[in-house]
């Protein structure tokens, strides 16, 4: 099966400290499962790893070396621009950012699961009769580890 994956899954690949047994499982299984995001993706991992940089919480080579290693994950792209009136529509009825109404037009759209740590996200995959994996949901709390990435 297919699924959508956002930054709160994605970024923690390349954030040592947000990075969970959750997140590493789905990273772990990247190779079995094809993963999409919408076309914002790209640059909301640009910009979680541009904040985190200013931030102090990587240096500049890590942010350009993960950058580099984010261009070649195998996670798939869609190219198709989603209206803005669908996105609207979505994050108006969830109470949702159009970023993240962008990854549940593309959940919505192609039928796929979803997989996120977002809460907000969660419920209104639910109420879209998508399936939705999330820590949370299985009500183990993650504790976070370091890892290399």
């Known amino acids: 099966m297919s699924h959508v994956v956002d930054c709160s899954i994605t970024l923690p690949w390349f954030l040592e400290d947000e990075r969970t047994k ?8 990247i190779h079995q499962v094809e993963y999409w995001v919408p076309a914002v993706w790209r640059l909301e991992m640009l910009n979680g790893l ?3 940089e200013r931030r102090k919480r990587i240096d500049r080579a890590w942010r350009i070396a993960s950058v580099d290693q984010a261009s070649r994950l195998k996670v798939r792209v869609d190219i198709a621009q989603p209206g803005m009136a669908a996105v609207g529509t979505l994050a108006e009825r969830h109470g949702l950012t159009a970023y993240d109404a962008a990854y549940l037009e593309l959940a919505v759209r192609q039928r796929f699961g979803l997989i996120t740590q977002d809460r907000d996200l969660v419920r209104a995959a ?9 820590p949370g949901r ?7 580890r370091r890892y290399n990435v």
């Open 22 to 29: 959750f997140t590493d499982q789905i990273l772990n299984a």
């Open 50 to 52: 541009l904040m985190a």
């Open 126 to 134: 639910d109420a879209e009769g998508l399936s939705v994996q999330s």
């Open 138 to 144: 299985t009500g183990a709390a993650q504790k976070r």
